[in-house]
């Protein structure tokens, strides 16, 4: 099992800045993808981006060329680098893990809100 621990959320102004981390923990060599979610108030949870063991990342194209997801160095930890936040950005960012078997691991979640 991976157990997940997001943190970074926050209140900001329109077009600042949050970088959110999620760190991984118990069968973390397992993990082959993982990716940021959020759910907006009233809204279902949608995928903001994903990244893969090789590296490959994708984006939802609401976020593109403003988010940025990485893993850190021990590749236990990945981040979500936002630039130019939006009020439309305003969410529960959750970080999700996905394992060679197909079995997924969710964060608590961390807020984000953006204000005009």
């Known amino acids: 099992q991976v157990q997940l621990v997001e943190s970074g959320g926050g209140l900001v102004q329109a077009g600042g800045s949050l970088r959110l981390s999620c760190a991984a923990s118990?069968?973390?060599?397992?993990?082959?993808?993982m990716r940021w979610y959020r759910q907006p108030p009233g809204k279902q949870r949608e995928l903001v981006a994903s990244i893969f063991t090789g590296g490959a990342t994708i984006y939802a194209n609401s976020v593109k060329g403003r988010f940025t997801i990485s893993r850190g160095n021990a590749k236990d930890t990945v981040y979500l680098q936002m630039n130019s936040l939006k009020p439309e950005d305003t969410a529960v960012y959750y970080c999700?893990?996905?394992?060679?078997?197909?079995?997924?691991?969710w964060g608590q979640g961390t807020q984000v809100t953006v204000s005009s």
């Open positions: 118990g069968s973390t060599d397992s993990i082959n993808a």
């Open positions: 999700n893990a996905q394992t060679l078997r197909f079995e997924t691991s």
